[in-house]
């Protein structure tokens, strides 16, 4: 049984940060994980370019039972140390909209500079893990041999996109050890809508994309959504979604930054021979503008001017063009989400060193944990922040 001072099971984002940082303390160390090749969710991040971070890191950009748990590990290891190390391989950076960061070598650099940290460490792939004992030591039964560590590190991420191999092996380790987590719930996910609605709002409306202001749960974001052939998604939907609960309405303001009463009450009097649809064509495509005077209330303005619709009908309208309630079905799930929300629990975890107040020795980062960041690069930084915070100390 070959030894090790340090375990770490998952060669993700989070999984590769620990294992240099700790290997550039001299501990030796192993990383360990069950797909052929490492990182594969970094090499699909950003469409391939991977959204590394972001400028406008905080912590109000996460969600968590705890909400001060990570607080420590995001000031000790910021964005700017981690466009420090990149730069320092020669890569080199674009922003985005939102302070979206991208390398502009794309994904494959970011692994290979994340490989080349890991130029001591101990990689082995394609391996599982059938059994992990604890006798003063980690004792690891793996498809690959097994091996023994005196800290053990879980970066094994959560079950989202399970048909890159992911799963909730991360909480299953934390149940065998007594430690209590909050089960994964898809996050940054697109809504599905039942089929009623389907047909009744977004039928043949699939891939057109607006600006909007979405909310719920007392959050809001202004982006972008897109209708979909299920229902809606883009990245506010996405956003939107790490905070609903199931059977929740969502509330969506069409016309961002506008007051809709205001403005159609004036072109009322200015313009009262022009049609309702018309006026909305200067706001949204024609195909989308039909479909909102037909059905956002229960009256179809469709063929109406201004002037032939009462005030009453005409500010109901309004309204519901700043505050359309809907509520979706469900989501896409796992299958499609990008992160999800949930984790092993904060209040068990040493926010410092990401270790175990229940099992000495162990560790838990990135995803594993119940922190969730937003879209645009905070949960890269989650993961580099977290995989520092453990490997400056197992």
Known sequence: MKQYDVIIIGAGAAGLMCAAQASKRGRSVLLLDKCIKAAKKILISGGGRCNFTNLYIEPEAYISNNSHFCKSALSRYTQWDFIVQLESHQLSWTEKTLGQLFCDQKSNAVVNMLLEECADVDIILNANVDKIDFNEQYLLNTSQGDFQAQSL??????????????????????????HKSIGFKPGLVPFTFSQQDISRYFKDLSGLSLEVSISCNGQSFKEMALITHRGISGPAVLQISSYWQKSQSIEIDLLPGIDATKLLLSEQQQRGTTNLKNILNEYFSKRLALRLTQVLISIDLSEKSLGEINQADLKTFAEALNNWVLTPSGTEGMRTAEVCTGGVDTNELSSKTMESSKQPGLYFIGETVDVTGWLGGYNFQWAWSSGWAAGQVV
Do not use: H, Y
């Open 153 to 178: 590190v879980i970066a094994s991420g959560g079950p989202s996109i399970p048909k890159m191999g992911a799963t909730d092996f991360g909480l299953q380790i934390a149940k065998q050890f007594r």
